[in-house]
């Protein structure tokens, strides 16, 4: 990734995905979306998720459900951005990371002194 100018990840696209980011591809319109979860630098940092679907139990270890589910993981309270700051987890793309490609340009700006509000800080 460190050589590539732009990355575009399609998330969870839906039916609809292919066309969609075929208009961000040919500029018809702004790549505006922001990462709704953190991409930690080392897949190693992640915590540990199966890789396989449903298994079904062997006979003898049938209890109310034949079927064992690998994704029942427990992760704790810290999950994605917030284990990346308690642990100080270097992320390559952080939680809300995004960019928006449009450029604005005001001409001609003006204000009445009225519509001014003037705020100090507090110290």
Known sequence: MNRAPSLIIGG???QNGGNALANIL???VNPSG?????????ENDYPPFPDSHLKMQKQ???????????FDVEYNYYL???????KNIPVS???GFGLSYTQF???????????ILKTIPSR
């Open 12 to 14: 969870v696209p839906g």
């Open 26 to 28: 040919f500029g018809k």
């Open 34 to 42: 922001k990462l709704p979860y953190s991409i930690f630098k080392n």
């Open 60 to 70: 003898w270890e049938i209890n109310e459900d034949k079927y064992i589910d690998p």
């Open 80 to 86: 994605g951005y917030t284990l990346a700051e308690k």
């Open 93 to 95: 793309f952080h939680f």
């Open 105 to 115: 340009k005001f001409n001609n700006i003006t204000t009445d002194k009225k519509h």
